[in-house]
């Protein structure tokens, strides 16, 4: 038929083993099936693991937070915040566990898809491609456009990754504006707390306090290499 002395012909120009080749190159990505389907095989599996990973982002913070209200339930206080970070410990394992499993899955369903599902027979010749039959299309123009097709789609993939790692990054800067707005809400209150006894100058009595501070942690390194020196 035409459309196998086509795919022939285009093995020829291409010199290459398919077998072996990058997923997404113009072999692989079954631009016929895209015709009639509107979509390639590995876009559909993309789109369905960017909507399991979107999914898996949104619900993960939502049970960490239930987890640590419910488990936080009349444990003493300074609790919530470690029990907050062993959540964040197991939440992000169990996002890895779940990634890696689904990306598994995913290939597998990929080629069932591709072999049972989104598939159309060597033999079948689409009626809007009648014309082709006689009057065939330049094929090195053809492997431009399908070469053009693989890089759009390689900087799609590059650009969803980009996204989860600015929204990791957003949320990892909100725990540190929290944990700030904490420190500083403390400071406040200790301020306040300074002025109200009447102590003086809370500003020159913490300078004092920190100066205290770094004479005992040197004194405490200064220990230390003593204690290895004579073991030595």
């Given at each position: 038929?035409?459309r196998?002395?086509?795919e022939e012909e285009?093995m020829?120009?291409?010199?290459?083993?398919?077998?072996?080749?990058?997923?997404?190159s113009?072999?692989q990505l079954?631009?016929?099936?895209?015709q009639f389907?509107?979509?390639?095989p590995?876009t559909?599996m993309i789109?369905?693991?960017?909507?399991?990973?979107?999914?898996v982002y949104e619900i993960?913070?939502?049970?960490?937070?239930?987890?640590v209200?419910?488990?936080?339930?009349?444990?003493?206080?300074?609790?919530?915040?470690?029990?907050?970070?062993?959540a964040?410990e197991?939440?992000l394992k169990l996002?890895q566990?779940?990634?890696?499993?689904?990306k598994?899955l995913?290939?597998r369903?990929?080629?069932?898809?591709?072999?049972?599902?989104?598939?159309v027979?060597p033999n079948v010749?689409l009626?809007?491609?009648q014309s082709h039959?006689?009057y065939?299309?330049?094929?090195?123009?053809?492997q431009?456009?399908?070469s053009?097709?693989a890089?759009?789609?390689?900087a799609?993939?590059?650009?969803?990754c980009?996204?989860?790692?600015?929204?990791?990054?957003?949320e990892?800067q909100?725990?540190?504006?929290?944990?700030?707005d904490?420190?500083?809400?403390?400071v406040g209150?200790?301020q306040?707390a300074?002025?109200?006894?009447?102590n003086?100058?809370?500003?020159e009595?913490?300078?004092l306090?920190?100066?205290?501070?770094?004479?005992?942690?040197?004194a405490?390194?200064?220990?230390l290499?003593q204690q290895?020196?004579?073991?030595n």
């Amino acid at each position: 038929m035409a459309r196998e002395a086509q795919e022939e012909e285009a093995m020829e120009i291409s010199g290459e083993d398919t077998s072996g080749a990058d997923r997404f190159s113009p072999s692989q990505l079954k631009l016929y099936e895209t015709q009639f389907f509107g979509f390639t095989p590995q876009t559909c599996m993309i789109r369905i693991n960017n909507a399991f990973l979107d999914c898996v982002y949104e619900i993960l913070p939502i049970v960490e937070k239930v987890c640590v209200r419910q488990l936080s339930k009349g444990q003493p206080d300074g609790t919530e915040e470690l029990l907050r970070s062993r959540a964040r410990e197991c939440s992000l394992k169990l996002q890895q566990f779940l990634e890696e499993r689904f990306k598994q899955l995913s290939k597998r369903m990929e080629g069932l898809l591709v072999s049972h599902c989104f598939s159309v027979p060597p033999n079948v010749l689409l009626p809007e491609d009648q014309s082709h039959k006689n009057y065939p299309q330049d094929m090195q123009e053809v492997q431009k456009l399908e070469s053009s097709l693989a890089a759009l789609q390689r900087a799609f993939e590059a650009e969803v990754c980009a996204r989860r790692a600015l929204l990791a990054e957003l949320e990892e800067q909100r725990e540190v504006q929290k944990q700030l707005d904490e420190i500083l809400t403390w400071v406040g209150e200790l301020q306040e707390a300074w002025v109200k006894e009447g102590n003086g100058s809370f500003h020159e009595s913490f300078r004092l306090v920190m100066e205290s501070v770094k004479k005992l942690q040197e004194a405490v390194r200064e220990v230390l290499v003593q204690q290895s020196s004579s073991m030595n």
